[in-house]
Nanobody, 128 residues
Framework: QVQLVESGGGLVQAGGSLRLSCAAS????????LAWFRQAPGKEREFVAA????????HHADFVKGRFTISRDSGKNTVLLQVNSLKPADTAVYYC?????????????????????WGQGTQVTVSS
C-alpha cells in the first residue's frame, strides 16, 4: 500500500520558518517527480513547488519564490519543503504528492491532475 505521510506543520508567527517533510512508503518514488500543493479554506488546491526525478530540476510558484525551497532525498524516499518568511496568506493545509507516471527526463509536472499519490496533509497556520 502506497503511503505519503507529511509532517512538520504547525503554528508560527509571521516571518517564521518551518520544515515540512514527506515520507513515502509502499513503493519507491526515486524515478517520479514529487511536489507540494496547498489548500486554504474555501479555495482550490494550488501548486507550491515540485522537483524532478533527479532532483536537479525544481519549479516554485511565483508567490513562494525566494521563500520556499523544495528538495528530495531519493535514498530516503522523502521530499522536503523549507518554508521561510511565512505570511498569514500562507496558512493552508500542505500536501505532498507523487506524479502519476515516471518520466525519462527531469520533467516537473505542475498540475494537480498529473499527480496520483497524495498524503493526508499537514496544517500550517501563520499568525500576524
Amino acid at each position: 500500500q502506497v503511503q505519503l505521510v507529511e509532517s512538520g506543520g504547525g503554528l508560527v508567527q509571521a516571518g517564521g520558518s518551518l520544515r515540512l517533510s514527506c515520507a513515502a512508503s509502499g513503493r519507491t518514488f526515486s524515478s517520479y517527480a514529487l511536489a507540494w500543493f496547498r489548500q486554504a479554506p474555501g479555495k482550490e488546491r494550488e501548486f507550491v513547488a515540485a522537483v524532478g526525478r533527479n532532483g536537479g530540476n525544481t519549479h516554485h510558484a511565483d508567490f513562494v519564490k525566494g521563500r520556499f525551497t523544495i528538495s528530495r532525498d531519493s535514498g530516503k524516499n522523502t521530499v522536503l519543503l523549507q518554508v521561510n518568511s511565512l505570511k498569514p496568506a500562507d496558512t493552508a493545509v500542505y500536501y505532498c504528492a507523487a506524479a502519476s507516471r515516471s518520466y525519462l527526463s527531469d520533467y516537473v509536472p505542475l498540475a494537480v491532475h498529473e499527480y496520483a499519490y497524495w498524503g493526508q496533509g499537514t496544517q500550517v497556520t501563520v499568525s500576524s
